[in-house]
């Protein structure tokens, strides 16, 4: 699906944000990106679609070069969406902001408001629908600059920071929809600082430290490595925290549990239960 | 937009840095009058000719030629329309006058904005009598204009993202794509100013009426030594200029 070969990137030649990345991402996958404030998380996003093009090192999008590809090709295959959704927003309804990326990328009248009444609905907002997106809340812009790009059904669905400004209810609607699309096919890239919401919904986690990825693999086992934690300046996971301190006194309890499930097996083991 | 970036103040050591921002403002402002007094192509190949080493001297030769550079293109439509357009006898070597005048100006002006910073520019304009509340709007304005600049390319990002082709179809088509730009960082920059001036008032911004200040600038020899040349070299200059017939040589012109 997307395959990122040895890629390295400085901002205006000298600012090194990327020195030698390389992933493959299949279809249907759930990746998170993680990494302290810097590392080249949102730099390597912008690389898979044409919004940044590496200096080395080559990019492939569904088996086809990349860099033969424009911004609003690659845009069809790879949706991005961004932190702040107020460098977006632009129109005076929240149907036009939805619509606008669909006239863009030449979808029929028809086709473009059936898309757009499904992603409003999943969205819940419906509503809103005529409201301006300048007179909504931070929550629900945010939502407005997601169902925009959703609208579009991209194969790929990057995400930068979504659950920042998200009440509990709406981050348990946005996961919800994101296990939805991905159900359906859609590989969702995830970046964030949010290391229980990767944890809940994301199998694979990439870690990154100053352009490089020190990490790779399975989400619990990618958390729960101090170094890890340590390098991309996050937060042991509180369960992790959790289990750490009773492996202290019960050795056969594992000090890597990620998971709800995983650390009350291990509590009703210690009591001799099954 | 490469052009404005002598405009920009850069972090360095030379003597024109060092020199104080008023007396930087009378220099600028004295050689800018000088440009603005001739339009003949010998008197500004002169003016440039003296504003390059002050240019050098401020360690900022590279930045000036990037700038000029990107002023080409603007200096080819000035060259064009002039001698289209000009009713005066050699309108060619009018607009080639026009366009060096032009360079002669930004250069001048440069040499104060390259050199100043902000911050010095709102404590220079407090200690000359205007009120703290004016210097501090201007200082802010200044120091808010990269951070548009950056706001416009993650913009710009956006709406590529979607699909909003900036460089391609017809100049009609062209102009509409600003509209997607231009329209979020205007709800943006509102935005950033309004949260500014609250968190500003929440620190206590225009609680006492008497401000003191942590660095204040002094007037020292050079820089009287620097006003003194730079006043007496235009009015040696205006007095040639309006008192006396000047040579030939000094208007002299291309022969169309």
């Known amino acids: 699906m997307i395959i990122i070969d040895d890629v390295h990137f400085a901002y205006d030649g000298i600012y090194p944000a990327l020195r030698g990345v390389s992933l493959q991402i299949d279809s249907g996958e759930r990746v998170a990106i993680v990494g302290a404030n810097g590392a080249g998380k949102t730099t390597l996003v912008k690389h898979m679609n044409g919004l940044l093009r590496p200096q080395q090192g080559r990019v492939f999008v569904n088996g086809r070069d990349a860099s033969k590809l424009s911004v609003a090709e690659l845009a069809r295959t790879v949706g991005l969406v961004w932190q702040n959704p107020d460098h977006q927003l632009f129109l005076d309804t929240v149907e036009k902001e939805i619509t606008f990326g669909l006239r863009n990328l030449g979808y029929g009248p028809e086709d473009t408001r059936a898309r757009c009444e499904r992603t409003m609905s999943i969205l819940g907002l419906t509503d809103l629908a005529n409201r301006s997106p300048f007179s909504l809340s931070g929550g629900e812009r945010k939502r407005v600059a997601l169902a925009s790009v959703l609208a579009t059904e991209p194969q790929v669905l990057a995400l930068d920071e979504p659950t920042i400004g998200q009440d509990a209810k709406q981050k348990e609607n946005l996961s919800n929809l994101l296990m939805e699309l991905n159900a359906n096919g859609c590989a969702v890239i995830c970046v964030t600082h949010d290391i229980e919401f990767v944890i809940e919904h994301f199998p694979r986690t990439i870690a990154m430290s100053e352009g490089l990825i020190i990490a790779d693999g399975q989400t619990n086992s990618v958390l729960t490595n101090d170094r890890v934690i340590e390098i991309c300046s996050l937060s042991t996971p509180e369960l992790t925290q959790a289990s750490q301190a009773l492996n202290q006194r019960f050795p056969e309890v594992s000090p890597r549990l990620t998971l709800v499930k995983e650390l009350e097996d291990a509590i009703i083991k210690i009591f001799g239960g099954v | ?256």
């Not at chain 2, 060092?18 to 220099?27: E, G, M, Q, S, W």
């Not at chain 2, 192509?41 to 030629?65: D, G, N, T, Y």
């Not at chain 2, 000009?86 to 360079?103: A, D, K, N, Q, W």
């Not at chain 2, 050079?222 to 040696?236: A, C, E």
């Open chain 2, 1 to 256: 937009m490469s052009f404005l970036e002598v405009f920009q103040y850069t972090r360095q050591e030379s003597v024109i840095h060092n020199l104080d921002p008023r007396a930087k403002l009378v220099i600028s402002i004295c050689l800018a009058g000088i440009s603005l007094m001739f339009t003949d192509i010998i008197p500004m190949v002169l003016m440039i000719c003296f504003l390059i080493p002050l240019i050098a001297a401020a360690k900022s030769l590279k930045r000036w030629a990037t700038s000029m550079r990107g002023l080409l293109p603007l200096l080819l439509f000035i060259i064009v329309f002039n001698t289209l357009l000009s009713t005066t006898e050699y309108p060619f070597s009018h607009s080639i006058g026009l366009s060096l005048r032009l360079v002669a100006l930004m250069t001048s002006f440069s040499l104060f904005f390259l050199t100043v910073h902000p911050d010095e520019l709102s404590q220079a304009l407090i200690q000359m009598g205007i009120r703290f509340e004016f210097a501090f709007a201007m200082s802010m304005a200044m120091r808010y204009v990269p951070t548009l600049g950056q706001e416009a390319y993650a913009i710009m990002d956006a709406q590529r993202a979607r699909g909003v082709e900036l460089d391609k179809g017809n100049m009609l088509k062209r102009i509409r794509n600003i509209v997607p730009i231009i329209v979020p960082l205007i709800i943006v920059s509102i935005r950033r100013a309004l949260s500014i001036a609250e968190s500003m008032e929440s620190r206590g911004f225009g609680a006492s009426e008497k401000r003191t200040y942590m660095e204040t600038l002094s007037f020292r020899k050079r820089d009287w030594g620097v006003v003194f040349i730079s006043l007496l070299g235009l009015v040696i200059l205006i007095h040639f200029r309006f008192f006396f017939s000047l040579p030939e040589w000094v208007s002299w012109g291309l022969p169309f």
